[in-house]
């Protein structure tokens, strides 16, 4: 076994870091509507996780939709602006 395969083997994969994408309160959009935008936009949710993502946000001011790499947090916050939602991103400390 040649000492270049041994290096290849201990190479540690680093993990891409990882975002935060938070939905804002606002006195706008209507709950149910809140709760579609979320659905469509992120495939992963389930409606019983759209409605408590939307309940936090209304109770607290702001709620955590998901946490995924930086390039679909983008994604995800875009999308939810263009449809009239406030969302930011932050990294996942």
């Known amino acids: 076994m040649s000492v270049e395969t041994l290096e290849k083997r201990s190479t540690v994969r680093k993990l891409a870091p990882r975002y935060r994408v938070l939905l804002h309160n606002d006195d706008y959009n209507s709950m149910e509507y809140v709760v579609q935008t979320l659905l469509q936009t992120v495939p992963s949710l389930t409606q019983p996780q759209a409605v408590d993502i939307m309940m936090e ?9 998901i946490t995924c790499a930086q390039e679909h947090a983008e994604f995800y ?11 930011t991103i932050e990294p996942d400390e």
Do not use: M, P, Y
């Open 77 to 87: 916050c875009e999308t939810l602006r263009s449809h009239g939602l406030s969302s």
């Open 57 to 65: 946000a209304h109770t607290n001011g702001v709620a955590l939709v």
